[in-house]
C-alpha cells in the first residue's frame, strides 16, 4: 500500500516534466493517443499526444469515441488495442540460421520492438492491464522454461499507471478485482483531478518511481487532493458497466460443459478471434519457418496466434475442437476457470475489450450468468469440485 | 547475439535454440514409419526419462513433438519412431545418414516405471503408441527382477505394421515376460491373433491391484483399454495415459497443448487415468 | 478322458449353467479336432452347429481375390465360433479355419433349437450368452471399423 504522505501533486508542466524525464533517462515513452478514430497506443513526447477532452462509449460491439465538455487527458475508459503488443510483441524472431558443412549453425533472435526500442516507459496504464502484465508475469516468466525476451523487455519497463474515472458500459475490473484503482504493479499511480486546477496525484509504487518524483520537486499533495481523489475511484466503482459472479465459477464452468447455452452462443459466434486479440491475457503462439528459396538460411518465428482458429487444435487428420462451439467453450472455460489451476488467479481482468471488440456483441458476463443461472451439470461431474 | 553461456540471460535463451543431432541411422520399421538414431554434434548426450519427447526439428521445415523411443541407460544415444503423416515427418523420414536435425528437450512427464516397482507391469500398446512404451519396456527390462509379472499388450493395423520385431522376440525370452501381439485383419498366412488390443488384457493375467499399467495409442483405443484395466480391478490412478494434442513450443508457452486445465507438454503427455477421465469423456474438449 | 459332461461344464460360455441343462446339452454335443489348416466350416454351407473352443486357435477367413483374401477375427480357447446357425438362412458367413491344433466341442444346431422350442427357460439362458459373445465380437468389429492405427497424412 501507497502512504498519503508521500503522494504529491503535478500540474500539466509536472506531467510534461515527467515525460521529459522520462525520455532523457533513455526510455521510449508511450502513452495513449488518438488515431483512426481510437484511443490506442502510440509514442509520447508532449501531453499534446495524449487524448485530451476524448472519450469513449463502448458496448459489446460498439466503440465510439466521443468529445469531453471538458480537458481530461485520460478521459475515456480503456485503451481499445491493450499495451500487449508493447511487451508482448505479435511477431518475434526466435532464432536464425544457417546451413553449414557440419550441419546447421544459430543464433537467438534479439528481441523486438513495434513501437521503438525498449526500455519502455507507458504513461497511463490502466489498472486493468497493470493486472494484465501481472498475470503475463507468471505466465512468460515464472515458468520452467521462460521467455526470455518478455522477461528482458518487462524488467526495464517503467509503469505509470492512471485510475479510471470514467469507465464504460463494458467495464467489469470490479468484479474481477483488478481496478478502477492499481494497488501494486506499478512505478506511479496517478489519478487525475479536474477541479479549479488541472492536476494530477502521484504516488510511487517502487523505489525507481520514488527516485523520479523526487527529481521532479513537485508540491506534495494537499489533504483535499487525496479525498478529490478517492471520490474520483469511488465514483468509478459505483459506475461499472457490467458485473460478473465470480463465485466457484472453476466448478461452474467444468461442470457445466454440456450446457445448451454453448450451442446458443455458437450460433452467434463468428469465431473471428477478435476477442484473443484485444485481450490483455491471451498469450497463445504458434510458430513459422521462414527459409530462404536455395533452403540455405531459415528464420523460426513466434507469433500470435487464437484457439477460435480452426486448426489450433489440429492432431491426426483433424481438429480436436472442429466446432464453434468447442472453441467457444475453450477460450471462456480457459480464461474464467482452467487459467485458475494453471496459473492461480482468473486469466480475465474485467476490461471489457472482448464485449466491445466482439462483432455480434457477444458479453461472456452475461454467458456466464445465463450457465450461473440455470445450471445444467453433466451426469458424471466434471471433476471440478 | 553470440551465445554466452556464463550469461544467465542469453543461457536461457539458448535453452530454447535447437542443439545439432547427426543422423547416424535410418531403419524403416513399416511402409509409412522409420526409426532414426541421433548422435550429438557436441558430444553431450540426452539423457531423458522413458515417456519424454524432444521437439524434433528438419531444418528450414519446421519442427514437431516426437516421443523417444530410445533405451534411457544409453543417453548418448538418441532414438526416434517417426510416422510419415505430414510435412515435417516426411522430411524427418526422408533423412539420410550424415543429415543434421535440430532436437530441443527433452520435456514432458515420464511413464514413472520406477513406481511399478514390486509390482506387476502392464504395457498397453495400439500402433505407434508402442514407440513410447519402448523406453519403458526397455528400463523393465534392464532391471527385471525388481518387477512381478510383466506383459507387453500390443496392437496394430496389420502383420506388415508391427513394430520392433526383435524386440517383440527378445522380451518374450525375459523371465515371467508375456508378449502379445493382435492385429485388426491379416493375411491368412497370419498365424496369431486377429481382434481388438482389449481381448489381449482381458487374456492377461495379472494382479490387478498391485499393477501399474502403462497405455499408450490412439485415445478411443486408450479410452477402452483403460475401461477393461479398471474392470479388472486395477486402480485408475494406477493405469498412465501417454495423451497428445497439437504442440508448437512443447515448454507450456504457446498453449496448444490444453487438455482443460492440463498442458500436456509440462504436466504430461503422461497423466494417470483418474486424473484425466473427466476430460476425456468430454467432448472436443 | 473326460466326459463331454466335463468338458461342457468347465468351458466359460456355459458358466452358470446347472448340472441337468448341461445335461441336456450333452445330448447335442460331440468332440472334435482339428489339425492345422483344416476348416471347421466354410462360407455357405449349412450352419448346422457351433463351436467351443476348448484348446488352440480358430481364424475366420473372408476370401476373396488378392488382398481381400484374409482374416477378418481369431477365436481361442475359451471362446466360441458361429452364431449363424441361430439366425434364418442358417448359412456361414465366413471360413472358419484351424491354425493350430484345435480341440473343440461341436453343438448340433437343429438339436439345441429343437431342445431351445421346448425348453424357453433353456432358450434364453443360451440366448444370453449368444449375445453376450455377439457384443462383444460387434464392438470388436465397429473400432476395428475405425481403423485407429490408420494413417491421417497432415494437408
Not at chain 1, 227 to 251: F, L, P, Q, Y
Not at chain 1, 371 to 384: M, Q
Request: charged fraction near 25%.
Amino acid at each position: 500500500m501507497t502512504d498519503t504522505e508521500s503522494a504529491v501533486a503535478l500540474d500539466l508542466a509536472g506531467l510534461q516534466a515527467l515525460v521529459d524525464l522520462l525520455a532523457a533517462e533513455g526510455y521510449t515513452v508511450l502513452g495513449p493517443t488518438v488515431r483512426a478514430g481510437a484511443v490506442v497506443p502510440g509514442r509520447v513526447t508532449t501531453v499534446d499526444d495524449l487524448p485530451r477532452g476524448w472519450g469513449d462509449t463502448q458496448e459489446p460491439g460498439s466503440y465510439r469515441l466521443r468529445r469531453r465538455d471538458d480537458e481530461a487527458l485520460f478521459g475515456y475508459a480503456a485503451d481499445a488495442i491493450s499495451w500487449k503488443s508493447v511487451l508482448f510483441p505479435s511477431r518475434e524472431l526466435m532464432w536464425s540460421g544457417t546451413r553449414t558443412a557440419d550441419g546447421f549453425s544459430i543464433t537467438a533472435g534479439e528481441g523486438s520492438g513495434g513501437l521503438g526500442d525498449p526500455p519502455y516507459a507507458i504513461l497511463g496504464i490502466r489498472a486493468c492491464d497493470l493486472h494484465a502484465v501481472a498475470i503475463h508475469d507468471r505466465v512468460l516468466q515464472e515458468r520452467a522454461h521462460p521467455d526470455v525476451h518478455y522477461a528482458a523487455r518487462r524488467k526495464d519497463a517503467f509503469l505509470v499507471t492512471v485510475s479510471c474515472s470514467d469507465p464504460s458500459g463494458t467495464c467489469f475490473c470490479v468484479s474481477m478485482g483488478t481496478g478502477p484503482r492499481a494497488e501494486s504493479g506499478f512505478d506511479l499511480a496517478l489519478t487525475e483531478l479536474l477541479g479549479d486546477e488541472h492536476t494530477f496525484l502521484a504516488r510511487a509504487g517502487s523505489e525507481r518511481g520514488r527516485a523520479v518524483l523526487d527529481r521532479l520537486g513537485s508540491r506534495p499533495a494537499a489533504e483535499g487532493d487525496v479525498v478529490a481523489a478517492d471520490e474520483v475511484v469511488e465514483r468509478s466503482t459505483r459506475r461499472m458497466g457490467r458485473t460478473m459472479d465470480t463465485t466457484d465459477i472453476r466448478t461452474l464452468l467444468y461442470d457445466n460443459a454440456d450446457h445448451p447455452r454453448w450451442d446458443d452462443v455458437a450460433s452467434r459466434c463468428l469465431s473471428c478471434g477478435n476477442c484473443t486479440m484485444v485481450c490483455p491475457t491471451c498469450f497463445c503462439t504458434s510458430a513459422e519457418d521462414h527459409t530462404s528459396l536455395a533452403g540455405d538460411t531459415a528464420e523460426h518465428w513466434r507469433v500470435w496466434d487464437s484457439c477460435f482458429t480452426s486448426d489450433f487444435s489440429y492432431l491426426h487428420g483433424g481438429s480436436v475442437r472442429s466446432s464453434t462451439k468447442s472453441r467457444y467453450r475453450q477460450w471462456m472455460t480457459h480464461k474464467l476457470a482452467s487459467w485458475i489451476d494453471q496459473f492461480g488467479t482468473s486469466g480475465c481482468v474485467g476490461c471489457g475489450r472482448c464485449l466491445t471488440w466482439c462483432p455480434v456483441g457477444i458479453d461472456i458476463t452475461e454467458e456466464v450468468a445465463a450457465i450461473r443461472a440455470d445450471p445444467r451439470p453433466t451426469a458424471e461431474p466434471g471433476g471440478g469440485g | 547475439m553470440p551465445v554466452d553461456v556464463a550469461d544467465p540471460a542469453t543461457a536461457a535463451a539458448d535453452a530454447l535454440l535447437p542443439r545439432p543431432f547427426r543422423v547416424v541411422a535410418n531403419r524403416r520399421e513399416t511402409s509409412d514409419t522409420v526409426t532414426l538414431e541421433l548422435e550429438p554434434l557436441d558430444g553431450d548426450g540426452l539423457a531423458f526419462a522413458a515417456g519424454q519427447f524432444t521437439m524434433l526439428q528438419a531444418f528450414g521445415v519446421g519442427e514437431v513433438p516426437i516421443s523417444i523411443s530410445g533405451d534411457p541407460a544409453r543417453p548418448g544415444l538418441l532414438v526416434h519412431t517417426v510416422r510419415d503423416v505430414g510435412g515435417v515427418t516426411r522430411a524427418l523420414c526422408a533423412a539420410e545418414v550424415g543429415d543434421v536435425l535440430g532436437v530441443r528437450g527433452p520435456y514432458g512427464r515420464g511413464w514413472g516405471v520406477s513406481d511399478a516397482r514390486g509390482g506387476d507391469v502392464v504395457v498397453v500398446a495400439g500402433g505407434i503408441g508402442l514407440a513410447p512404451l519402448r523406453a519403458a519396456v526397455l528400463e523393465v527390462v534392464r532391471a527385471r527382477s525388481g518387477f512381478g509379472r510383466v506383459h507387453v499388450l500390443y496392437g496394430a493395423r496389420t502383420e506388415d505394421d508391427l513394430l520392433f520385431g526383435r524386440d517383440l522376440e527378445e522380451w518374450a525370452t525375459e523371465p515371467d515376460t508375456e508378449v502379445a501381439v493382435i492385429v485388426d485383419r491379416a493375411a491368412t498366412s497370419w498365424p496369431g491373433r486377429v481382434g481388438l488390443v482389449t481381448e489381449l488384457v482381458r487374456a492377461a493375467a495379472f494382479d490387478a491391484p498391485r499393477t501399474l499399467a502403462l497405455v499408450c495409442g490412439p485415445e478411443v483405443m486408450m479410452r477402452f483399454v483403460g475401461a477393461e484395466l479398471t474392470a479388472r480391478g486395477v486402480p485408475a490412478s494406477q493405469v498412465r495415459l501417454s495423451l497428445e494434442r497439437n504442440m508448437r513450443c512443447g515448454v507450456g508457452l504457446c498453449g496448444h497443448c490444453q487438455l482443460r486445465e492440463y498442458l500436456l507438454c509440462v504436466d504430461g503427455p503422461v497423466l494417470s487415468l483418474d486424473a484425466v477421465r473427466p476430460q476425456l469423456g468430454i467432448r472436443e474438449l | 478322458m473326460r466326459s463331454l459332461q466335463e468338458l461342457l461344464a468347465e468351458h466359460p460360455f456355459f458358466a452358470g449353467l446347472d448340472e441337468d441343462t448341461v445335461g441336456m446339452l450333452v445330448g447335442c454335443a460331440s468332440n472334435v479336432h482339428y489339425r492345422p489348416g483344416e476348416y471347421l466350416f466354410r462360407q455357405g454351407d449349412p450352419a448346422d452347429r457351433f463351436f467351443v473352443v476348448r484348446r488352440g486357435r480358430v481364424a475366420l477367413d473372408v476370401h476373396g481375390p488378392g488382398r481381400t483374401e484374409m482374416v477378418v477375427d481369431t477365436v481361442d480357447e475359451g471362446g466360441v465360433v458361429g452364431w449363424s446357425w441361430l439366425v434364418p438362412p442358417y448359412r456361414w458367413f465366413f471360413d472358419a479355419r484351424a491354425t493350430q491344433e484345435v480341440s473343440a466341442v461341436a453343438v448340433d444346431a437343429s438339436c439345441l433349437r429343437d431342445k431351445c422350442d421346448q425348453d424357453p427357460a433353456l432358450g434364453y439362458a443360451l440366448m444370453q450368452r449368444v449375445t453376450g459373445v455377439m457384443y462383444e465380437r460387434l464392438q470388436s468389429a465397429r473400432i476395428r471399423l475405425l481403423d485407429l492405427y490408420g494413417a491421417d497424412r497432415a494437408g
